[in-house]
């Protein structure tokens, strides 16, 4: 997933969208709850190197119809705080009973 570009000076919000299945059936997961996360990106330019979080931040959810998206403000004050000017990995993890599935879903450089 591609992420806009932003300044170390803004503050914005990413969205990520969710898809979210029980037992097959597509359902509506804003009742569950939904972290973020940003990780430096490896040096190395492979599509398997990835800095897993350690640290999270509670997000909160947008629908457009049907679709749900994972929303969190990055930047100065915000939820997700880049040290610094790089490309950042992010990541989205859903608290549902019975999973906890952790995503790494694209990523978003920061200038």
Known sequence: MSFPR???L???YIRVPVKARRAGVAYDPT???VY???T???EVN???QYNEPTVWATGSWDTEGTRYLAKATVGPGGD???PEAAIYQIWVKVSSSPETPVMYV???EVF
Do not use: C, F, Y
């Open 6 to 8: 932003i300044s170390t």
């Open 10 to 12: 803004s503050l914005e």
């Open 80 to 82: 997700l705080v880049p």
């Open 31 to 33: 009742s569950d709850t």
């Open 46 to 48: 492979a599509s398997d």
């Open 40 to 42: 430096p990106k490896p």
């Open 106 to 108: 694209g990523d978003l």
């Open 36 to 38: 973020l996360a940003i």
